[in-house]
């Protein structure tokens, strides 16, 4: 990161500016070479791992187990679902030559692995007794991406995807909303984002899919991301691929089966959910470095900088993640606005004065201004709920952001101004068409029908004609 | 896998049958449609991520840092450093049309991340301060094959890659050293393999390498396994890239750099240092599970299987890695040789008279001979001293293995007879015509000269010519 240029343009001036500053600066990623690539940078990558080894001891705890399939699948296996080729066709990455020959069979790079894993599924299913089969893989996928954006839709991204295969739509249904519950729970428990689990409409369901279920996600410029999606397959895959099971009456029965994803785009999602003008704010359940401590040492004060080590030790000790930056060329100021800038949720500054008041000044990236002087020898105790403190004080801002960007509308021109600005709960006739409408008139599309809600009935927002679904569909503009 | 094709090819009678086999029907691995790919299944990956996690802690307290880096590279990148280049041509994967498109330029699927990262360096190091560059990445790598092995070649394979940047070339040799070290420490510590380390003739280098360091396994059959390895790339690469560093003198030099990786192979090199006629034998530490539970319960006695699942609660408190073989329509019989064909260290049986004694039946997968009955309430606070014992013995007689069929040889008869049943330590006079000679006649090649090892000199044992290296090199046949 260049040192010369900290300063990001502010978010109320132009978010996607202030989104794509804050990402480079703050050394999250870089940009790769073939087109809409991304590096991930370790910055970034820190943050990943929290994210996967909290997810992944979930989704093992669940009762999946991972394995690995292969990248490289021939293109004839997607054609056999015929929505699920028509949707991902235009985002494909294909393999003609390998080894220096041209390849007789195409390879596409997996956009996803529906259809490699089903067709494994089909040759390790024999009885009921190997079902529900219960599978998840973390992998690299590709979709070519025309419109690329860092972390939110990049060609090749990081993800775990989820696959199961079950004994009917019941046991099924069930997966998908634990899978959903996983992904609730994630973003809540740990990214601090209030999302909303709901159900996609049947123009946003997945390639392939009978029912779609998503969380999605306030940003600060009140868009929607969808954080991660849990798709019921019902049979469609099971047909295609020959998923079947022997009934314990002898019967040969389809399986049903799931897949539910969640990748990379959630760091996106952390960044604009709580960053702002001075960059990054990562809640303390993620963040790389819980807290960060600066020595301050002017010409090199050799004592603070082995208190500094030493307190160091004393909070990992404590289960703390902390980073000393003691670099020798920079000055403290400029590292504290460094800090700033990449989210560290602690700042501790540590002088030859505070050390000899057996103290370090305590900074909150967030929440409330000032320093205050707290003992070195409370820090290890104290730490962990100022922690707690902050991260939940990072969910009660953002649901109180959703809410109040949040409106109950019954006409369209009420419809009009609350998607410029944030959501809006309305009534749809659940037409394509209709859909396609609004999104032309407003570019705000429909997000979900949100599980949890009341029951409600009318007339559609836009066309009048008769409500369904028997309760208000969340609107709004999408990343 | 199958139910009824439980038996396998005994490793004397055939050990490539042997190997292919037990892999499939111990259920590690299932073929891909592409080919040369595998499904790495999901005890196959259990011991996979055992590997990674022990690995990666070790990389990361040695001060690395783990990123990622994209999946597809311009060809032009390869072509930057000529030996590297020609190394990979053959075995490369292209993708030459995207998004419906056909590419401008064409895209290789990531065989090593040499040229990619050493673009991305060269972005990232201005100043002397910014090195050393310790970088790690967990990926997904392609490399045509036209004989593939499961987990020993195979078309798809996962690994670590480092990468590391470096002032000078002291400190790169240091850390290809360290990689190298920490390589040699996971299989003699967590795999049981007691492998050689040791340097790489010229005609074995990595392609684009100034210097390749190995670690090389003895598998049962007596032939060699590379099983992960460490180069010092000189400038080579920072020339290639323009990775430069401004030095304290204000001068501008370039990095020096490095790369090391451990991959898949690793899960062949377990499966064929240990393995037997029955089938797999983990080492426990590796073992995705260490324990397996049978309980006896004709006709489903309840009080048997609660007990077994209270016995399980009790050994996962106390650390150990436990899976309990509940499964209503098999014969314990059935399931005790199904645990050996798939390799648990450790199987406890618990029927209804063992319940009333107080005591499981505790059976080791090899070392010594029958069943012993051991208190319920010691088992937690045994077993972990008995799984240690296994993993030693384990150790001890791969150790022994490799000693006896390891010959010191000084004539070329010697030299023949030794290279047919396991490796021969000889001199040799260095040159590639030579090593190729050697190879035809007898299809041994040398596998390193290892780092330990007295002085030696003579004449070389093919040519008699003046021998070079100063110490004698490990010949042998290899995977």
Same mark, same amino acid.
């Given at each position: 990161?260049?040192?010369?240029?900290?300063?990001?343009?502010?978010?109320?001036?132009?978010?996607?500016?202030?989104?794509?500053?804050?990402?480079?600066?703050?050394?999250?990623?870089?940009?790769?070479?073939?087109?809409?690539?991304?590096?991930?940078?370790?910055?970034?990558?820190?943050?990943?791992?929290?994210?996967?080894?909290?997810?992944?001891?979930?989704?093992?705890?669940?009762?999946?187990?991972?394995?690995?399939?292969?990248?490289?699948?021939?293109?004839?296996?997607?054609?056999?679902?015929?929505?699920?080729?028509?949707?991902?066709?235009?985002?494909?990455?294909?393999?003609?030559?390998? =080894?220096? /020959?041209?390849?007789? *069979?195409?390879?596409?790079?997996?956009?996803?692995?529906? #259809? &490699?894993? @089903?067709? +494994?599924?089909?040759?390790?299913?024999?009885?009921?007794?190997?079902?529900?089969?219960?599978?998840?893989?973390?992998?690299?996928?590709?979709?070519?991406?025309?419109?690329?954006?860092?972390?939110?839709?990049?060609?090749?991204?990081?993800?775990?995807?989820?696959?199961?295969?079950?004994?009917?739509?019941?046991?099924?249904?069930?997966?998908?909303?634990?899978?959903?519950?996983?992904?609730?729970?994630?973003?809540?428990?740990?990214?601090?984002?209030?999302?909303?689990? =709901?159900? /996609?409409?049947?123009? *946003?369901?997945?390639?392939?899919?009978?029912?779609?279920? #998503? &969380?999605? @996600?306030? +940003?600060?410029?009140?868009?929607?991301?969808?954080?991660?999606?849990?798709?019921?397959?019902?049979?469609?895959?099971?047909?295609?691929?020959?998923?079947?099971?022997?009934?314990?009456?002898?019967?040969?029965?389809?399986?049903?089966?799931?897949?539910?994803?969640?990748?990379?785009?959630?760091?996106?999602?952390?960044?604009?959910?709580?960053?702002?003008?001075?960059?990054?704010?990562?809640?303390?359940?993620?963040?790389?470095?819980?807290?960060?401590?600066?020595?301050?040492?002017?010409?090199?004060?050799? *004592?603070?900088?082995?208190?500094?080590?030493?307190?160091?030790?004393?909070?990992?000790?404590?289960?703390?993640?902390?980073?000393?930056?003691?670099?020798?060329?920079?000055?403290?100021?400029?590292?504290?606005?460094?800090?700033?800038?990449?989210?560290?949720?602690?700042?501790?500054?540590?002088?030859?004065?505070?050390?000899?008041?057996?103290?370090?000044?305590?900074?909150?990236?967030?929440?409330?201004?000032?320093?205050?002087?707290?003992?070195?020898?409370?820090?290890?105790?104290?730490?962990?709920?100022?922690?707690?403190?902050?991260?939940?004080?990072?969910?009660?801002?953002?649901?109180?952001?959703?809410?109040?960007?949040?409106?109950?509308?019954?006409?369209?021109?009420?419809?009009?101004?609350?998607?410029?600005?944030?959501?809006?709960?309305?009534?749809?006739?659940?037409?394509?068409?209709?859909?396609?409408?609004?999104?032309?008139?407003?570019?705000?599309?429909?997000?979900?029908?949100?599980?949890?809600?009341?029951?409600?009935?009318?007339?559609?927002?836009?066309?009048?004609?008769?409500?369904?679904?028997?309760?208000?569909?969340?609107?709004?503009?999408?990343?």
């Amino acid at each position: 990161m260049a040192r010369d240029e900290r300063g990001v343009t502010a978010q109320s001036e132009d978010f996607a500016a202030w989104y794509n500053e804050v990402v480079f600066k703050a050394g999250l990623v870089d940009r790769g070479p073939a087109k809409g690539t991304m590096v991930i940078r370790p910055y970034g990558y820190r943050l990943w791992e929290r994210l996967q080894a909290e997810l992944d001891g979930r989704i093992k705890d669940t009762g999946h187990e991972n394995a690995y399939f292969p990248l490289l699948i021939p293109e004839s296996y997607l054609s056999r679902e015929a929505q699920h080729v028509e949707g991902f066709s235009p985002e494909l990455a294909v393999v003609t030559h390998a =080894g220096g /020959k041209e390849l007789e *069979e195409a390879l596409v790079v997996r956009p996803t692995s529906e #259809t &490699i894993i @089903g067709e +494994m599924m089909a040759k390790w299913i024999d009885s009921h007794r190997d079902l529900p089969l219960l599978l998840n893989q973390w992998s690299n996928v590709v979709r070519w991406e025309l419109r690329p954006r860092m972390f939110l839709r990049t060609t090749e991204f990081l993800w775990q995807e989820g696959h199961t295969a079950h004994v009917d739509a019941a046991d099924a249904l069930r997966e998908t909303e634990l899978a959903l519950g996983l992904y609730h729970e994630v973003a809540r428990d740990l990214a601090a984002m209030p999302v909303i689990p =709901g159900e /996609k409409t049947p123009g *946003e369901r997945f390639a392939g899919a009978v029912s779609t279920y #998503t &969380i999605e @996600g306030m +940003m600060r410029d009140g868009r929607a991301l969808q954080a991660g999606t849990s798709h019921y397959m019902g049979t469609n895959f099971a047909a295609a691929f020959g998923i079947r099971y022997t009934g314990e009456s002898g019967r040969e029965e389809l399986c049903h089966t799931t897949s539910w994803g969640m990748s990379t785009r959630m760091i996106g999602g952390i960044v604009m959910t709580h960053g702002d003008d001075k960059g990054l704010v990562f809640p303390p359940r993620l963040a790389p470095y819980q807290v960060v401590i600066v020595p301050i040492t002017r010409g090199g004060n050799t *004592e603070v900088e082995s208190a500094a080590d030493e307190l160091a030790r004393r909070l990992r000790a404590a289960g703390i993640r902390v980073h000393v930056d003691a670099r020798p060329q920079l000055t403290p100021g400029f590292k504290y606005n460094e800090w700033e800038m990449r989210g560290v949720p602690i700042r501790l500054e540590l002088g030859p004065r505070d050390l000899e008041a057996g103290t370090a000044l305590l900074v909150k990236r967030l929440g409330d201004e000032g320093k205050r002087a707290i003992a070195l020898d409370a820090l290890p105790t104290e730490l962990p709920a100022i922690l707690d403190e902050f991260q939940e004080f990072l969910l009660t801002r953002a649901t109180e952001f959703r809410d109040t960007h949040t409106r109950t509308v019954d006409d369209w021109d009420a419809f009009v101004e609350a998607v410029g600005t944030g959501w809006a709960l309305a009534l749809h006739c659940g037409t394509p068409a209709c859909e396609d409408d609004i999104k032309a008139r407003t570019a705000a599309t429909p997000r979900c029908i949100p599980l949890e809600a009341d029951s409600a009935s009318g007339s559609c927002v836009r066309c009048g004609a008769p409500a369904v679904y028997g309760k208000r569909v969340i609107f709004g503009r999408a990343y």
